[in-house]
């Protein structure tokens, strides 16, 4: 069972577990005779110097070291009602700045986007809206009929839901344009529709079998999904790891089949596996990254007078969520699982990638009340804000739900309203403040879901021997580290070596850390030493 993130009390404090204690001090400021003209020549060195050394740490760290311009705090609206959406507008209006509305429903309806997002931006919030990545023509139908008047309060759109998430645990459908294969990827690790030749389909079941059709036949998802009457003759040959093969013939108008074992099959099995697409984690993530990217391509081109980012929300593999083109990837809070993890991975991506990231509140459970408590979620969205999220959102949803604030009960509101009154509108606390000051670098490509030990690999393999030596050196870091640990992939794109302080390699055992002095007391000593030089000069002066 995975850690939890905290439990209970204010945003828990950044640790810090580094060493990096100063040196034996050294003196800048000796002059000869008490010269004030080379005392001056020493405060401008100095300056000098203090510009240098703060200008190389700001550039040692990822960009989690600067805040982000503006923070965006704000619900989902998942119902069909234009009138609910509105309602639940002037019920967070006066406490939240970014409205989500993210219906399945309404994506249908030009009329009822416009109409909600100008209610939103007429109450001075800012507006995201939904489309499926599958049906992106409605994205089109409605950026036809935009002329723009939402100016900069319109951040984008959340196009398509957990991409990662499918990619593990249910059905993903990715276009190979090497072979002209329209594959899906189902939940039991069956793949669907891809092309051997140019007269044959070939389906991969989750079994092992290996089932081959005609491309003109029906497919053989329809076949197993009952017993169909066809209009036209049909069959399919089944291919068994043990080496035998069927095949099965069905006459038009009959539901029967019939199978029989045949010697003189076209493929042999170990053809058929050979060929087989998503043969390694490389592969994989290509195929994945590249099916993403080419739908957010074309997407970005529905309307070019427009500026909108693409935003989703999801449950696992953010870094390639971020490699595929999204601009912002909420990173899911609930399902209890690990709250710092999560953080961990959202933002190291994002910052690598030069992205942003958020945090979604999700549900913790699948029935009544499905929310976390009031004071939970106020600690969860405390910790993702000081940890650099630029969004954070309140998912609003359940089946069952009865009006237009959904699954939001009065301690959600409260919590909200608490969060931007001590949190977003504080002087004191920072967007951001805790840093990824240590990295855990895993290896690359390697689609691991990280929700427990025995957790799949991009929903095709079991865990692996690096699976469990991961998530137990994983623990351990976010134990010691907390907030301060970003998780990032190896990837030659983004150099790491000289972004952190610590560096631990995944499976492997602990590195030590670059031979560097924490950034933190590098400036600290920096600021010390120039005060302390303009305190010796200006008594200088005095004398």
């Not at 020493?42 to 990822?62: D, F, K, N, P, R």
């Not at 953010?318 to 991975?345: P, R």
Request: charged share 20%.
């Amino acid at each position: 069972m995975l850690k939890k993130s905290g439990k209970g009390g204010s945003c828990p404090p950044q640790k810090n577990s580094r060493a990096g204690a100063p040196q034996e001090p050294f003196n800048l400021f000796q002059t000869k005779n008490g010269d004030d003209a080379n005392m001056e020549k020493t405060v401008a060195t100095i300056t000098l110097i203090m510009t240098l050394l703060l200008t190389t740490a700001a550039g040692t760290v990822l960009s989690s070291s600067s805040v982000p311009e503006k923070f965006y705090l704000g619900v989902t609206y998942c119902g069909d009602s234009v009138s609910e959406a509105k309602q639940l507008v002037d019920k967070v209006k006066g406490y939240t700045n970014l409205f989500v509305l993210q219906s399945g429903e309404l994506q249908n309806d030009t009329n009822a986007v416009n109409e909600i997002g100008d209610y939103v931006t007429n109450s001075g919030l800012s507006f995201i809206t939904y489309f499926g990545i599958d049906s992106a023509w409605l994205m089109k139908t409605w950026l036809d009929t935009y002329d723009g008047h939402w100016g900069d309060r319109f951040l984008g759109v959340y196009f398509g839901d957990e991409p990662g998430g499918k990619m593990l645990d249910s059905e993903m459908a990715i276009y190979d344009q090497e072979t002209q294969s329209s594959l899906r990827k189902m939940a039991d690790r069956t793949i669907y529709g891809y092309k051997i030749d140019a007269n044959t389909s070939v389906t991969y079941n989750g079994d092992g079998t290996i089932v081959t059709t005609d491309v003109d036949s029906p497919e053989y998802s329809s076949i197993i999904s009952g017993d169909p009457i066809f209009l036209q003759d049909f069959s399919f040959t089944t291919y068994f790891p043990d080496g035998r093969v069927t095949l099965t013939t069905q006459k038009v108008g009959s539901s029967e089949k019939v199978v029989e074992n045949i010697s003189d099959a076209p493929y042999t099995y170990e053809q058929l596996w050979d060929a087989r697409p998503f043969q390694s984690y490389d592969e994989t993530a290509q195929k994945f990254v590249k099916e993403i990217s080419f739908r957010i391509d074309i997407a970005s081109r529905y309307n070019s007078q427009v500026d909108y980012e693409f935003f989703t929300s999801d449950y696992g593999l953010y870094w390639f969520d971020y490699l595929a083109g999204y601009d912002v990837v909420f990173a899911q809070f609930g399902w209890n699982q690990s709250i710092v993890q999560n953080i961990g991975l959202a933002r190291g991506a994002a910052n690598f990638q030069g992205k942003d990231w958020g945090a979604i509140i999700t549900w913790k459970y699948t029935q009544e009340p499905y929310l976390d408590r009031g004071d939970e979620i106020f600690q969860q969205m405390c910790l993702a804000y000081e940890s650099g999220a630029r969004y954070i959102v309140i998912f609003n949803y359940a089946e069952d739900m009865q009006d237009c604030y959904g699954t939001l009960k009065d301690e959600h509101f409260q919590a909200l309203e608490r969060f931007w009154k001590e949190e977003v509108q504080s002087s004191t606390v920072v967007n951001g403040g805790k840093k990824g000051e240590v990295a855990l670098i895993l290896p690359r490509s390697y689609g691991w879901g990280m929700r427990f030990p025995e957790d799949n690999i991009w929903g095709l393999w079991d865990a692996d021997e690096k699976s469990e030596q991961i998530w137990g050196l994983c623990s351990v870091l976010i134990e010691d580290y907390g907030a301060n640990l970003d998780i990032v992939y190896d990837d030659p794109a983004y150099p790491f070596e000289a972004k952190y302080a610590q560096i631990f390699y995944a499976f492997e055992k602990e590195i030590e850390p670059f031979p560097t002095i924490p950034i933190a007391t590098v400036v600290s000593l920096s600021v010390a030493v120039a005060c302390l030089g303009l305190v010796v000069y200006f008594r200088k002066r005095k004398r």
